[in-house]
């Protein structure tokens, strides 16, 4: 399985930005889907994931309400979007896949070790 991300960038602060999680080598319906943010100097954390059975979704934290995550299988492609930024959100960010059947438990973290399948990332900057 492969995983490529793409649509960082730069953003103001309260602007917006998507990002592509693109899989091949898989199919969605077979892997749950996380993406993680890795800020300078701080672990890799993981925000937000998708289940591949039903498409069933969790978020953690201070992203709630803010940031989404959605999903097209005919695309093989699962998206972040992310509205309100704010220089807290600046980091690397990541997609995974994990095949574990607790990799996308509602209400409870989305943990790295959980996840076998990375992306290599990709940069969000948000400033003035």
């Known amino acids: 399985l492969q995983i490529v991300e793409s649509g960082g960038g730069l953003v103001q602060p309260g602007g917006s930005l998507r990002l592509s999680c693109a899989l091949s080598g898989g199919t969605l319906d077979r892997y749950a889907i996380g993406w993680f943010r890795q800020a300078p100097g701080k672990e890799r954390e993981g925000i937000l994931c998708a289940n591949g059975n039903d498409g069933s979704t969790n978020s953690t934290g201070s992203v709630k309400g803010r940031f989404t995550i959605s999903r097209n299988p005919a695309k093989n492609t699962v998206y972040l979007q992310m509205n309100n930024l704010q220089p807290e959100n600046t980091g690397v960010y990541y997609c995974?896949?994990?095949?574990?059947?607790?990799?996308?438990?509602?209400?409870?973290?989305?943990?790295?070790?959980?996840?076998?399948?990375w992306g290599q990332g990709t940069q969000v900057t948000v400033s003035l």
């Open positions: 995974a896949a994990g095949t574990e059947e607790d990799g996308c438990v509602i209400g409870a973290g989305i943990q790295v070790v959980k996840y076998d399948y």
